[in-house]
């Protein structure tokens, strides 16, 4: 699984964002952006032995890629969760469940939704979100 990101030109920097994961960050090339979204994501994930790939698609746009894709879903979850300012025993009575552990398994990395279960744990968080599929050749 990839996510998209997007790498701006601003008057000699390079700006990365990756909306899905609300990472925002810069760099003086687009190899040190890709470098610093890296990092920011590493740090914020902060779990040990998980790593991310950054991988340019084409002059504007790059792939997000991990070793652990659960733990990476599990970001995204958190992220737009607090985004969203709810806490996981919200989104789990949005999900209809009394038992916060239930969904909070998701945002842990312990389970690993399918895409049907990821567009719902995210439509529990705001109904207005949904994921995209997008093909994508990288270089």
Known sequence: ???EGRLH??????STEVPMLLVYTQGKTPAEAFAMTKD???????????????TPCDATTFAVEANDPATLLAFVLRQQRGLCKLTVRQVAARLGSKNPSSYAQYERGTIRPSFETFTRLLGAIDPHLAPMLKVVRTE
């Open 1 to 3: 699984m990839k996510i």
């Open 9 to 14: 030109e601003e008057k000699g920097w390079y």
């Open 40 to 54: 920011a994501i590493e740090t914020l994930v902060d779990r040990a032995g998980f790593e991310v790939t950054v």
